[in-house]
């Protein structure tokens, strides 16, 4: 898919649902491979499973990430 983010990657905060969710999709639909990350690993699997149904394997990758933890900032941005 190709869009004005083709080709980027995207590291999208509180994505497990809501805003953040679609943000995240909306993202990958614009040819952004997307790294969902929340504070709830498993609603954040879910929106990179539905990314990766959406707009093909290897899309969307999925992080837990708590924002206030430095060390998990690392973690997700390695």
Do not use: H, Y
């Not at 990766?52 to 941005?77: K, M, N, Y």
């Amino acid at each position: 898919m190709g869009g004005r983010v083709a080709g980027k990657l995207a590291l999208v905060t509180g994505a497990a649902q809501g805003l953040g969710a679609a943000q995240a999709r909306m993202l990958a639909r614009e040819g952004a491979w997307v790294l969902v990350t929340d504070i709830n690993a498993a609603g954040a699997e879910a929106t990179a499973a539905a990314i990766e149904a959406e707009c093909g394997p290897g899309i969307g990758f999925a992080c837990a990430l708590d924002v206030t933890s430095q060390e998990q900032w690392a973690a997700a941005v390695e």
